[in-house]
């Protein structure tokens, strides 16, 4: 069973950092590759930052330059380090997980592609 657990959201002011966490539960972390998405309510959920199996990263245009995804292999958690917040990454934040090639190979940022998420955590960010 593929359990996926989120953690580190909260409220800050703009300019403000937060890191996300994701602990991995129930498969080989490595085979996996990884993503954060957000959603606003009413919206579409966005992807965000990818990493996939070979530690190959992708981002959004709109966080570019201020998150950054990592992975610890050795506790199983994915981050996403979120640096000089705006109140338009105010959302709630997913990570989600998948095997298959064809979408990790790929850095897809479609949610459809997933098959494995988190219960999300909110990020709140006040001008």
């Known amino acids: 069973q593929v359990q996926l657990v989120e953690s580190g959201g909260g409220s800050v002011q703009a300019g403000g950092s937060l890191r996300l966490s994701c602990a991995v539960f129930g498969y080989a972390y490595s085979d996996y590759c990884m993503i954060w998405f957000r959603q606003v309510p009413g919206k579409e959920r966005e992807g965000v930052a990818t990493?996939?199996?070979?530690?190959?990263?992708g981002f959004a245009d709109s966080v570019k330059g201020r998150f950054t995804i990592s992975k610890d292999n050795a506790k199983n958690t994915l981050y996403l380090q979120m640096n000089s917040l705006k109140p338009e990454d105010t959302a709630m934040y997913y990570c989600?997980?998948?095997?298959?090639?064809?979408?990790?190979?790929?850095?897809?940022?479609?949610?459809?592609?997933?098959?494995?998420w988190g219960q999300g955590t909110q990020v709140t960010v006040s001008s």
């Open positions: 990493v996939n199996q070979y530690s190959i990263t």
């Open positions: 989600a997980a998948e095997t298959r090639l064809s979408v990790c190979n790929s850095g897809s940022l479609d949610p459809d592609e997933y098959r494995y």
